[in-house]
Every structure is written in C-alpha cells, then in structure tokens.
C-alpha cells in the first residue's frame, strides 16, 4: 500500500540556519503529497502541496519539489526563525483513494 | 479557505461515560470526513473514513461499536466515545476532504481525558 517515510527527528537548530527534513513515498500511480505543520496542542494546517510531478509547493519560505525520479518531496526553508519551531509531517493522497498517509513526524526546534 | 471547526477542544470524563466530538465544515460541504487519534508525540493514525449518508468504514483494529461515528449531513460529522475507559485519552482530530482544493483540511483536534 501507499506510504510516506520522513526523517526522524527532533531536529534542533538555530535561527537563520537552513532547514531540510527529507520525505520519501511509495506510491501506484499518481499520487498528491503535502506537507502539514502541527504547533502544540492544536491540529494540522496546510504547509504545501504540490499534486504532480515536477511541482513545486511554497508557502511562508517553505518549499518542496514533488520528484517522481526520486519519489521525494523534502522540505526545505533558507532561513528559520523561533516561530517555525513545530512538528512537521508529511502525507500522501492516493491517486484513487481519498485516504491520506502520513509520515511519523519531525520535531524542529529553533533557538533564538 | 475551507474550515473545519471541531468541538470540544479538550474534554475530561468519568470511566463508562460517553463523549461526543463534533466536526463541521463551515463554508464547505464535507460529503467524506476522516477521524484520527494521535497519541504524543506520535504521527496520526486514521481510525475512520466517514461518508455523508452512508456507513463509515473503519481501519483494522478500530472498535466500531465503542467508537460511533456519524454523518448524517453534508457538514456535520461527529465521533462518540462510548463507554469511555483511561485507554480512550488522546488527542482526537478530523478532517475533512476538499474537492475543489484537492486537498484537505483539518479541525483544530479535542483532548479527551477519561479519569
């Protein structure tokens, strides 16, 4: 079945470094993949998607480019700063199944 | 863009009580619905896919009978926890599927506690 493997954390860094957490899939067909950030006590919300290959999604200096050739879709920000200290998941939407897998988590931590 | 609000955002019950989580989608309609339950610091495990009308399929191993889901309109769907035991406490979470963003969005989740 379809599933997504994402780095483990946590990762800690420090403010302005440069932020990469890898994801990769496997996957039939064509599936859509997205990033969702969770802060502390609350849900997921949308970081990015992108729904075929060679896409790019961006959002808040985030970006991640859906690879087919690679089956990656890693996640990367130049600059981080305190407030993108969250968890960090990656999930994948089947081609022809609505249902969404998700990757187990990276916790980043930034410091001041 | 598409919300959905989630309620209660946390909870605290007795053992054998039974809890209710409400999900609504407020500027959409929601025909497919998915609950999940997070345990900390853990990714999310789907436990069912619920459809506006129809009976909600459930992953492998989720008790159907102690966790009752229902959708019975195009934006409300809701999870009850029946006979609640300290096992049941987690963070419960939904989301909804939206079509015209080919995406999906998620409520804000409810912690249950079962004292």
């Known amino acids: 079945g379809d599933s997504v493997t994402q780095m483990e954390g946590p990762v800690t860094l420090s403010e302005e470094a440069f932020l990469t957490i890898n994801c990769t899939y496997t996957a039939t067909g064509y599936p859509s993949l997205f990033w969702y950030v969770q802060y502390p006590g609350e849900g997921l919300q949308l970081l990015l998607k992108?729904?075929?290959?060679?896409d790019k999604g961006s959002n808040k200096g985030f970006e991640a480019t859906y690879r087919k050739e690679t089956t990656s879709f890693h996640l990367e920000k130049g600059s981080v700063q305190v407030s993108d200290s969250a968890v960090y998941f990656c999930?994948?939407?089947?081609?022809?199944?609505?249902?969404?897998?998700f990757g187990a988590g990276t916790t980043v931590t930034v410091r001041a | 863009g598409a919300v959905v609000s989630q309620h209660p955002s946390w909870v605290i019950c007795k053992s054998g009580t039974s809890v209710k989580i409400e999900c609504r989608s407020l500027d959409f309609q929601a025909t497919t619905m998915f609950w999940y339950r997070q345990f900390p610091k853990q990714s999310l495990m789907l436990m069912a896919t619920?459809?506006?009308?129809?009976?909600?399929?459930?992953e492998q191993g989720v008790e159907k009978d102690k966790f009752l889901i229902n959708h019975a309109s195009l934006t409300l769907s809701t999870l009850t926890v029946t006979s609640a035991h300290p096992e049941d406490s987690s963070f419960y979470i939904c989301s909804a599927r939206v079509p015209t963003e080919r995406g999906y969005t998620f409520g804000s989740g409810t912690r249950l506690t079962v004292v």
């Open positions: 999930a994948l939407s089947g081609f022809n199944d609505y249902k969404l897998s």
């Open positions: 992108a729904t075929k290959a060679d």
């Open positions: 619920s459809n506006e009308g129809s009976k909600a399929t459930y």
